[in-house]
Every structure is written in C-alpha cells, then in structure tokens.
C-alpha cells in the first residue's frame, strides 16, 4: 500500500503566516536601524559643526582685547546674526561673524578681512544667540534636522575674552613677600 503524504492547506496557510512574520520584523527592525543611523549621523554632523563655531570664535576672542571687539545686539542683550560682531585680532586682522539664509535654512558665516569666508552649519542651523555677560560671551545655538527625523540638537558654551594686559598686578614677585 503506498501512502501519499503532503501539505494540507491549513498547514500551506500557518507555514506562509509565519514567514510573513518573521520578515515584517526583519524588516521592521531594518527601518529602525536606518532612522537610528540617520539620527546619530545628524547628531554627529551638529556636534561636529557647533563645535567648529565655538573653536573658531574661541581662537578669534583669545587673540584679541576686549577694546578690539565690536558687539552691537540685534534685540535687548542678544546677538542674533544680523548687526556688527567683529573681532581684531592681534595681528591685525580681522573676523566678523553673521547668519545668513542658505537654501532651506541658516549658516553661521566667518568673514576675514583677507576676503575667505567660512560657512558653517549650512542649512541645519535654527538659532544662535550670543549674549555678553561679565566679560565673557554666552553662546547658545540649536540645530535641526532637515529630514526632520533626529530630534533639535542644542549647543552651548562660554568664550571668555583674555586677561587685561596688566593682570600680573594681582601676583607679586617672590622678592616682594617677607
């Protein structure tokens, strides 16, 4: 007697339900790990990027005075971007920053006086306030994501301007102490 064994449909129908399954969550999981990439991607690109900003008017200010630096607020203590920020450098050249439209968003724009400018943070920067408060210079920045699938990156840091020339007037010379 010779005995025929196959699939009833049942078994056919269960066997195609748990493939489709098991590949709707393979393919869930892709597309996660695609979103995850792009995000620490952006974070990566806007930590890198403010940190530029910070990095280029930290070296600026440490090779000035504050006598050399024009800052004129755009509304209240704020700079925004659109008035006067210059920085004069000891070797006499000069830096002046602004914020400029470039294609969907903003960029931080470092001019110098040889005529180079720097555009940074192209089109993934929202916002950047600089404030002066005691000598030192309160920047604030925030990033977005043009995809729109990381969420707002935030920035900031404190740029300090250098000691007055005479700041050795607070030490004395060991000759002076009984």
Known sequence: MIVKRAFTFIELLISIGIVFLVAGGVIMAMS?????????????????????????MRNDISRSTESQIVFKTDSGKLWKGSSDFKVVMSDKKQASYAVEKRGSGKAFVRSESGGRKQYLAAEYLDDISVEKVNGSFVIEMILKDSGKQAKDFAWNATVYIPAPEKADRFWKPLSSIK
């Open 32 to 56: 996660r790990g695609a979103s995850n990439v792009h995000r620490g991607s952006f974070n990566a690109l806007a930590a890198n990027q403010a940190a530029w900003i910070i990095t280029l």
